[in-house]
């Protein structure tokens, strides 16, 4: 049984008393892997069969059709090719229940406030169908390159990702988003299982001092939310000060009101506290939720639902935003290529019309509701990559690629497996496809790996080199 601090001891005897002893077992336990596929990357039932084809068994949750359990893994699931095509995330249950519980809507305005490494940021743009506008945020320009990474991996095309002080953004953005979601940073108390280290420097000081980040941020971010507009605060940890505290504070000093929290099937939780050690709260508080590791087997969450119930009278943004070199598919010099990949593979017009493009040394594509967005800064990313310019044509991108999928309708070759197994590790793979030299892309049981390049007696494999080789 690990040793803790007799602070953190009384902490986890108020909350949940008995369990107490429970909590703690749990400690630098494994819970495994939990899993969400990605419905940006084509059919779920498509993306499972490929992953269980690789040697995983995995089992259901009710939580949402898209998540699973792993409950066998013949190596780790960072390595599969699953996960480098972008068909899966891995992700704790708990912090899947925020995105859920926001559940924005194709075409809303969305805001991430503490966004990297990305985990939430990719399933709200999973749950918008990459409809609307997301904007990913991260104090920390380091992190926001594994927000950029993960973004990507996942194909998402309706964000950005930026990197300022999360303070900011309610000047800068007064009244602007559809839905929230802060996460603010945390003690991680909820996460002990799996980072003990955190029991070498919690105490309370420190959750105060983290609950005065917490509101600040708190109170950018609802100057930024329309009035109507839902936003959910949750945190990795279960310290009152951190979340009741400060949602109450919140409460008595502006126009937002607790919602109720929609039913999280397969999930036990508890009603937030109205009162803590003779401190009390609204009662409106019990609206919000608690999660505990040792009820789930998942990390310790907090979540509330919260709406603006007014408007904060915001002044007007004296900020002129970056112009950005966004053009249409129907503009020069972008339009030639956008032809030419309806030509080569039969993407619908009025598909690629759908997006923006930027042109240097690719070809980006973006949502044009996104493209259109003012920023004030300049982005860490500029949507997917869509191609190559070459003097006399063009290579679509692995990327695009994948994004595409089965909007692909010519020079598609759906390959057996040993045939796969040569593309993915670079081999050139001997077929008779015609004389035509040309670009083809390259299926497997319904799923899209990427590229390679016909010249008549082969196809030359352009696989994305990876620190490891793919086998299953």
């Not at 939430?120 to 945020?137: C, F, H, R, S, Y």
């Not at 998942?298 to 639902?305: C, K, M, P, R």
């Not at 002044?315 to 972008?334: G, K, L, M, Y």
């Not at 009025?350 to 920023?375: C, G, M, V, W």
Request: glycine share 8%.
């Amino acid at each position: 049984m690990p040793n803790i601090s007799a602070e953190l001891n009384h902490l986890l005897n108020s909350l949940i008393g008995k369990d107490t002893e429970k909590f703690i077992s749990l400690i630098g336990q494994d819970f495994g892997n939990i899993i969400r596929f990605n419905p940006l990357r084509g059919k779920i039932a498509l993306q499972k069969q490929l992953l269980e084809e690789q040697g995983f068994k995995i089992s259901p949750l009710p939580l949402r059709e898209y998540i699973y359990k792993v409950d066998k893994a013949p190596y780790p699931i960072g390595k599969t090719i699953s996960h480098f095509l972008g068909h899966i995330y891995v992700q704790d249950l708990s912090s899947m229940l925020p995105p859920i519980v926001l559940n924005p809507q194709p075409g809303d305005v969305v805001l991430d406030v503490s966004a990297a490494p990305g985990s939430k940021t990719t399933q709200l743009a999973a749950i918008m169908d990459n409809d609307g506008v997301l904007v990913g945020n991260d104090a920390d320009p380091k992190r926001t390159q594994a927000l950029c990474h993960n973004l990507e991996r996942m194909g998402v095309v309706n964000a950005h990702a930026i990197s300022t002080a999360g303070e900011r953004l309610g000047k800068l953005y007064p009244e602007t988003f559809d839905k929230i979601l802060l996460d603010p940073p945390c003690s991680g108390i909820g996460t002990l299982q799996k980072n003990p280290e955190i029991l070498g420097w919690w105490d309370e000081s420190y959750s105060r001092k983290l609950s005065d980040i917490q509101y600040r941020l708190f109170v950018s971010a609802l100057k930024a939310l329309k009035p109507g507009g839902t936003m959910v605060y949750s945190t990795c940890t279960i310290t009152p000060r951190e979340n009741e505290m400060v949602v109450d504070q919140m409460i008595r000093n502006f126009p937002i009101q607790i919602l109720p929290i929609p039913e999280l099937p397969g999930i036990t939780s508890h009603p937030g506290l109205s009162a803590y050690q003779g401190e009390k709260f609204s009662p409106d508080l019990q609206k919000s939720i608690r999660i505990y590791p040792h009820e789930n087997n998942s990390e310790g969450f907090y979540v509330a639902l919260l709406q603006k119930t007014d408007s904060m009278d915001p002044r007007p943004n004296p900020s002129n935003p970056h112009r950005f070199n966004w053009t249409s598919s129907r503009q020069s010099p972008v339009k030639k290529y956008v032809d030419m990949a309806h030509g080569a593979f039969g993407v619908d017009r009025k598909y690629l019309h759908q997006f923006k493009y930027s042109q240097s040394k690719t070809i980006n594509f973006i949502r044009k509701e996104a493209a259109d967005f003012p920023l004030y800064f300049k982005p860490k990313r500029f949507g997917l990559s869509f191609c190559k310019t070459l003097t006399d044509g063009f290579k679509l991108t692995t990327e695009a690629a994948l994004f595409f999928g089965n909007h692909l309708k010519k020079n598609v070759v759906e390959l057996g497996k040993n045939d796969l197994m040569k593309f993915l590790n670079r081999e050139n793979i001997y077929l008779d496809l015609g004389r035509e030299k040309v670009q083809k892309i390259i299926m497997y049981k319904g799923n899209y790996f990427g590229y390679g390049f016909y010249d008549g007696k082969k196809i030359r494999s352009y696989m994305p080199k990876a620190v490891w080789d793919f086998h299953w």
